[in-house]
């Protein structure tokens, strides 16, 4: 992993040699600078070791890649970046909540993260006082918090829609379009996600059949065994993380049961969250939504990963997951706010996040559909969505 | 109720019991204490982990309480209980805590950031006592320890039998050398046999000295007594003592030829025939014969008898006149060595229980050790004096039915010998008419 992390570190180092046309030149003159304490939090998930090694590379690459290319505006606007950066276990919901009231306790002028939106929630109560941006969490809890803790997420309501529609134009020629959802209660935003599903489905004529729910990563699903043979839904809905996601495909389709699986932004990457030597799944079709294209096409929306692309080394080894381009989008939104507004003190920076930061922090990438084609997601295309 | 002799098999196989008896119970108490502690320690373990589970358990409905999913924290609840095997998991008011009181089994603690709110309870299964005893170990042990304890005795019952008990069944034929020691059996039994051999070539030799020393003693007396009588009549040729001369010839005489013939044919038996004479008359003719000697002594014998009438007595008169002749003999040379002034010896008769009590009381020496045990032993000890032996007049005594006694003479100083004599014939000693074996 170390040996990993310095060969992109390399990569990265040689991306920062490029002049910048949206960033400030260097400055021959030495400056004071301001210390700017961020801390980036995220959770690992440690049964799943393989995947959570992967995901810390690709979480500490980006953090760097983006600390690289804007050092030097940064030192123009006479900030520096001390970024601390905070992983833990997955399964202890609770530290989300510690380590931000131990960030704030540090100083901390911004927290980036976590990922998952019951996570966010915590980590905002924890450091309540201080300003938050998620990088992915996208239930209606999370846009119903305050100005001050944002995220770059679209909305569980606009991936829905778009979802709902989607399912729709590809199943349009049968007759009747039945459902059946199959949801984990251990995630805020899979349920957030599973209501404006329905309520869109509803709306336009997907019939919904029942309902399961469970906890944990290993459901049992033998009682609804004999409801979905009998029921032969058109799709089944599957709003939840990427390994629980692939446990209950394996299963149903272990049953003989053919059918289109759709699911939320939480089935994750091809790589890192499909391949889990399983075979049935090389045979499952299925629907996701996210948040983001794919990185070649995601990283042309913002300068940050435009000065990516204009490298093509970098560009081949930058990251493809959305996490990668939304915590590089926020380092962006990051230093333009420093940089406008050049707060000298953290409540200084603090207010002004309160105020303007929603205009920083926004999505670019609208929402993206991607299939599940043997075992891999691959991306389709992109729709136009308002944001939400 | 007397008690029947136990064989050596029973002390084998009892002492193999008695040690499997002991295995089998530090078995059990080790079987036992190994449960009884193990069941502890998991009892222990059980609550630490449970403290440890309820600690993840209450963050994790924390997480959810904190983020207002209640529901989500209900299904995480019965969820945690179904994966960590436990009775049951509740979300209880905060007061709870305070009433509740934790046991092994049960914990009760706050939900962290929540704890004026909620609290979680958790209850554990017991741990299962038995599960803690392995019978199989029991049982196999058990078996193990009866198979060592059969097959020890067995073995050890073998095998002492062939090395101790047989050699300790010939030492019988080796004391009296019908058969030689051998060499393979285990040296303290060849050692015992060794001794017993030399033993009884002693014991013989006593015994054969004691006779020869008995019967000597016996003619002695016997023909002391006639000399006594020849003496007195060469003295003075008077018809008186021709008679004199002529009756002990005619007592003694009979005697002599008695003794001569058991001691010509060898026989170390004394045949015993009852007469049931006067015991008094006996005792007069064992005087008489000895008169002589108390004279030329100058000990003086006194005769006290507390019976009036005859006394018919089951006796071989001739056997008990050589017993008294013998004990009256020995206190008078016992006396006339001594350095006593008084020379006495009485003599007294008493009936006890229906038992005749000879009593033969010195003012002489006495005997060095009172020991009865001691009278027993064959080999010559010096005892009151030489004579006929103890050990023979014992013998004829006890052939009878009676007893010889000794004791210090509280009244002369010397020693009291008593015999005393059943006065009546019963079931007890209806078979007098024996053979004494020296």
């Known amino acids: ?388 | 109720m007397t008690k029947t002799a136990k064989t050596l098999n029973h002390f084998i196989i009892k002492s193999w019991l008695i040690t499997g008896l002991i295995a089998v119970l530090t078995s059990l108490s080790l079987f036992l204490s190994v449960g009884y502690f193990g069941y502890l320690k998991s009892a222990d373990k059980a609550n630490e982990t449970l403290k440890i589970n309820a600690t993840t358990i209450a963050r994790r409905i924390s997480a959810e309480l904190l983020i207002k999913k209640n529901d989500v924290a209900e299904s995480i609840a019965l969820k945690f209980a179904k994966d960590y095997n436990l009775k049951s998991v509740e979300i209880v008011p905060a007061e709870a805590n305070i009433q509740k009181s934790n046991s092994k089994t049960d914990v009760t603690i706050p939900v962290p950031y929540l704890e004026n709110q909620y609290s979680v309870t958790i209850k554990a299964n017991e741990v299962n006592f038995f599960e803690h005893f392995n019978l199989k170990i029991l049982l196999t042990s058990l078996f193990s320890i009866s198979l060592l304890t059969l097959l020890g005795s067995w073995i050890q019952m073998k095998y002492i039998y062939r090395n101790i008990i047989n050699p300790i069944k010939e030492l019988v034929a080796t004391s009296t050398g019908e058969k030689a020691a051998k060499i393979t059996w285990p040296k303290e039994v060849q050692d015992i046999s060794n001794q017993l051999t030399q033993s009884f070539k002693d014991r013989e030799q006593v015994i054969y000295s004691q006779i020869a020393r008995g019967v000597i003693h016996d003619i002695k007396t016997l023909l002391q007594s006639m000399q006594v009588a020849s003496d007195l009549a060469i003295e003075k040729e008077t018809e008186a003592r021709y008679k004199n001369l002529a009756n002990v010839n005619r007592t003694n005489l009979p005697k002599l030829l008695e003794i001569i013939n058991t001691a010509l044919d060898g026989s170390r038996e004394i045949q015993i025939y009852n007469n049931s004479t006067d015991i008094n008359q006996t005792l007069q003719n064992s005087i008489e014969s000895i008169k002589f000697l108390s004279e030329q002594s100058l000990v003086k014998i006194e005769i006290e008898s507390s019976l009036n009438t005859q006394n018919v007595v089951p006796h071989d008169s001739i056997q008990m006149e050589r017993v008294f002749t013998n004990l009256i003999k020995n206190a008078i040379e016992s006396t006339s060595t001594s350095n006593s002034t008084s020379k006495h010896i009485i003599i007294s008769i008493n009936l006890l229980n229906n038992m005749i009590q000879i009593s033969i009381e010195d003012s002489g020496t006495g005997l060095r050790d009172y020991n009865q045990n001691q009278i027993r032993m064959l080999k010559s000890t010096k005892l009151h004096g030489s004579g006929l032996g103890l050990t023979i007049s014992r013998k004829i005594t006890e052939s009878h039915y009676g007893l010889l006694s000794f004791e210090k003479s509280q009244l002369l100083g010397g020693a009291k010998i008593t015999v005393s004599l059943p006065s009546l014939l019963t079931n007890h000693n209806e078979n007098l008419n024996s053979v004494v074996t020296l």
């Open chain 1, 1 to 388: 992993m170390t040996f990993q992390l310095a060969i992109l570190t390399s990569l990265v180092l040689s991306a920062s040699c490029l002049p910048t046309t949206v960033f400030a030149e260097a400055s021959t003159v030495s400056k004071k600078l301001m210390p700017v304490s961020i801390t980036f939090m995220e959770a690992l998930a440690p049964k799943d070791t393989t995947s959570s090694e992967r995901f810390q590379i690709e979480y500490e690459f980006s953090i760097q890649t983006g600390k690289d290319l804007t050092k030097q505006t940064l030192i123009n606007c006479g900030y520096e970046l001390i970024d601390s950066k905070v992983l833990y276990d997955a399964s202890d919901n609770l530290q989300a909540l510690e380590q931000a009231k131990k960030a704030e306790k540090n100083n901390a002028w911004m927290i980036v993260g976590p990922r998952r939106s019951n996570h966010y929630l915590l980590a905002t109560q924890g450091a309540s006082n201080t300003p938050s941006v998620s990088i992915m969490a996208s239930s209606k809890e999370v846009y119903e918090l305050n100005s001050l803790h944002l995220t770059m997420a679209q909305s569980n309501e606009n991936m829905a829609n778009a979802l709902a529609d989607e399912t729709k134009s590809r199943l349009k020629k049968n007759k009747s379009i039945t459902y059946f959802s199959i949801i984990s209660k251990d995630c805020v935003s899979c349920i957030d996600f599973a209501k404006s599903f329905d309520l869109k489905a509803s709306k336009i004529n997907l019939n919904k059949i029942s309902e399961f729910s469970f906890t944990g990563e290993q459901p049992n699903l033998d009682e609804i065994k004999n409801t979905i043979q009998k029921a032969k839904p058109q799709f089944i809905l599957i709003p939840n993380y990427s390994v629980v996601s692939a446990h209950i495909m394996n299963i149903i389709q272990s049953w003989g049961i053919s059918t289109l699986y759709i699911g939320s932004d939480g089935w994750g990457d091809s790589k890192y969250g499909f391949v889990h030597n399983s075979p049935q799944l090389s045979k499952v079709n299925g629907l996701t939504i996210k948040g983001f294209p794919p990185a070649n096409k995601g990283l042309e929306y913002f300068d940050l990963g435009k000065q990516i692309l204009k490298n093509p080394t970098l560009a081949a080894n930058f990251p493809i997951s959305g996490t990668a381009q939304s915590i590089l989008k926020t380092m962006e939104a990051l230093t333009q706010m420093l940089c406008d507004f050049k707060p000298k003190t953290k409540d200084e920076f603090t207010s002004r996040f309160k105020a303007s930061g929603k205009k920083y922090f926004i999505n670019p990438w609208s929402v993206s559909v991607f299939n599940l084609v043997n075992g891999e997601i691959v991306f389709d295309k992109t729709l136009k969505v308002s944001r939400k």
